[in-house]
């Protein structure tokens, strides 16, 4: 099996994560192709590397779906629908967790979870934060990674290890096999401390591990304009000593070449991402409408009323 047919990049953020992403999703299937697109996109750079198939995880939203989903089908990409949660309770500083669809219920599953993140979750500077019930409660055919941003990372970043396998357990039992560790190699604090945690969390416990990216822009040179766009998107200024640094160059769309010698040393965490890749299969139902049914006065039709 060729590298290019083991990997995919499963947490891949878009220009509709507006804090923290300037990858440019094609407006029309054919800007898809490399020998058509007047700027490098996702797609025609995913095409390049004959990716088999790619997630768009965007925070707190699914805005990029249609878009994305018309254009991979064109070029032969298994398109997956995904999002990044924020999760809170009781007042605590949001944690993420990264939600893919397994089919179409789960799609259903992860709208109706976006849709009351919005309108009943918690609102902070990262946007909205849904109640950790809400997600039991809901996560029907839902795929989740677990990686140093989720709670258990950061009690384990803390040294609470016991308290972070027992965060491992409770969500293994919420999502069963469901559930995967992400570990990823980008040179920021705290990653490979999390990494052998998670390695050891998932040899005992029978959790996968998949290699992601965490992916915010296309290539290293894109890194400056990265960091111009959350600067703006937080009120601050590059040259501000005090701003926050929570991404680092590293973290663009490199190839599966590039992630298999990354993590060389783990290559299952490079052949899970193309087994849970396979069992993701949502089938968008497009150029159908699906309108709410209006209520109306009895001596009205729908069409006379509007």
């Known amino acids: 099996m060729s590298t290019s047919s083991r990997f995919v990049h499963l947490h891949v953020h878009t220009e509709f994560s507006m804090v923290d992403s300037t990858i440019r999703v094609p407006a029309k299937p054919d800007q898809a192709d490399p020998k058509k697109a007047k700027q490098p996109n996702l797609l025609s750079r995913s095409v390049e590397m004959k990716a088999p198939a790619l997630a768009v995880t965007d925070l707190n939203n699914m805005f990029a779906l249609v878009k994305f989903y018309k254009a991979a089908e064109g070029v032969g990409i298994k398109p997956i629908a995904g999002a990044d949660l924020l999760i809170t309770e009781d007042g605590q500083d949001p944690w993420r967790m990264t939600l893919l669809c397994r089919d179409r219920e789960g799609y259903l599953s992860l709208s ?33 990674l677990a990686g140093r941003h989720s709670l258990a990372g950061r009690l384990a970043s803390e040294g609470r290890h016991d308290l972070a396998e027992q965060q491992l357990a409770d969500w293994q039992r919420v999502f069963g096999d469901g559930l995967h560790l992400e570990l990823t190699r ?20 029978g959790l996968p591990v998949v290699a992601t990216n965490d992916v915010r822009f296309l290539s290293p040179d894109d890194f400056d304009a990265h960091e111009a766009r959350v600067c703006i998107s937080t009120g601050r200024v590059l040259d501000d000593p005090k701003r926050p640094r929570e991404y680092s160059r590293e973290q663009y769309l490199k190839t599966p070449e590039q992630m298999a010698e990354l993590f060389a040393d783990i290559p299952d965490a490079i052949d899970n991402t193309l087994a849970l890749a396979e069992r993701c299969n949502v089938e968008m139902r ?14 009205e039709t729908l069409d006379t009323w509007i």
């Open 186 to 205: 980008t040179g920021r604090d705290g990653e490979e401390s999390f990494n052998q945690f998670a390695l050891m969390a998932a040899g005992q416990r």
């Open 112 to 144: 109706r979870l976006l849709t009351r993140a919005w309108m009943e979750g918690h609102r902070n500077e990262g946007g909205v934060a849904v109640h950790p019930q809400w997600l039991k409660d809901g996560c029907q055919n839902l795929f989740a």
């Open 286 to 299: 497009l150029g159908t409408y699906f309108l709410p049914n209006y209520p109306v006065p009895d001596d």
